[in-house]
């Protein structure tokens, strides 16, 4: 029995730690890491091109040219005085190009969880020893704020914008008529852009994780910030309240929950240095 006792007293060994599987890599090896993981998030936006593919004519007339109509249902939604958009082709492969870019674009966003999971696999090690699930959850919450960024690109930036443009005249003899080309281009900026934008609150987590932000610099801007947010939403609505608070409101949200992740990341990032020293 003592024995039995003296055995189950005596301390556990410890758990070994995740070998670094880029530690031994050389330069040449990590390209070749790279190309694959390209390769690889390549493939999953060809996948979503192929999925594109199959319902290509409902991505071309309802998603991609159901702003230009006056009865689109978010007009409805958001009360948006809406009229049809004139759109033209002045260019012998004008229709192509946006058939083909259409499906090139939807593809990407459907595709872009695989790609962002690949490009941050190859990116984490070099930052921090972590285990597979931490990519994962990565790769998710930049994913989650990218298609948070899209929807919020097309559904409230899109319809604003759009009415605004083609209601805007400085002459009655001049008509606003669109090309295809240009307004499929301005219709993709400003929905990537948004997707772009909305990555503030993952740059905020990951820069105060590693000591590059805090919160108290985000706060001490944050009047700027806010300005800037009305700024931009005045410039891209019609000049009325309404549709600028509409615009203004996710934005400064979205840079209030920059600062509230920014105290996470910090928090994270004190917890560490604390076990790190305690290890020491």
């Not at 670094?20 to 190309?35: P, V, Y």
């Not at 702003?67 to 948006?80: A, D, K, M, R």
């Not at 190859?122 to 990519?135: D, G, L, T, V």
């Not at 000049?239 to 928090?267: E, N, T």
């Amino acid at each position: 029995m003592n024995e039995e006792r003296q055995i189950m007293t005596e301390d556990l060994p410890e758990a070994k730690k995740p070998k670094d599987r880029t530690a031994n890599m050389s330069f040449l090896d990590h390209l070749e890491e790279l190309r694959w993981r390209l390769i690889k998030g390549l493939g999953g936006i060809g996948i979503g091109m192929i999925i594109a593919f199959f319902i290509g004519d409902f991505l071309v007339s309802e998603v991609m040219l159901g702003p230009t109509h006056s009865n689109f249902f978010v007009y409805q939604l958001l009360g948006i005085d809406a009229i049809d958009l004139t759109i033209q082709s002045r260019k012998l492969p004008g229709q192509f190009f946006t058939y083909w870019g259409t499906l090139i674009v939807f593809g990407g966003i459907l595709g872009s969880p695989i790609l962002f999971y690949q490009l941050w696999s190859f990116i984490e090690p070099a930052m921090e020893k972590s285990e597979k699930w931490k990519s994962f959850g990565h790769s998710a919450f930049i994913t989650f704020f990218f298609l948070l960024g899209v929807a919020f690109g097309y559904f409230i930036l899109v319809p604003f914008a759009l009415q605004f443009f083609s209601q805007f005249q400085i002459s009655d003899a001049i008509h606003n008529d669109f090309d295809i080309n240009e307004y499929f281009s301005s219709l993709t900026m400003w929905v990537l852009s948004c997707g772009i934008i909305f990555q503030l609150p993952v740059l905020s987590y990951f820069f105060s994780k590693f000591g590059l932000l805090t919160p108290e610099f985000l706060k001490q801007y944050r009047r700027h910030a806010i300005i800037t947010c009305f700024v931009l939403s005045a410039f891209l609505t019609p000049p009325d309240p309404v549709s600028q608070v509409l615009i203004a409101i996710p934005l400064v949200l979205l840079f209030q929950l920059s600062i509230w992740i920014s105290k996470l990341g910090v928090r994270k990032r004190n917890k560490e240095l604390e076990k790190a020293f305690s290890d020491g």
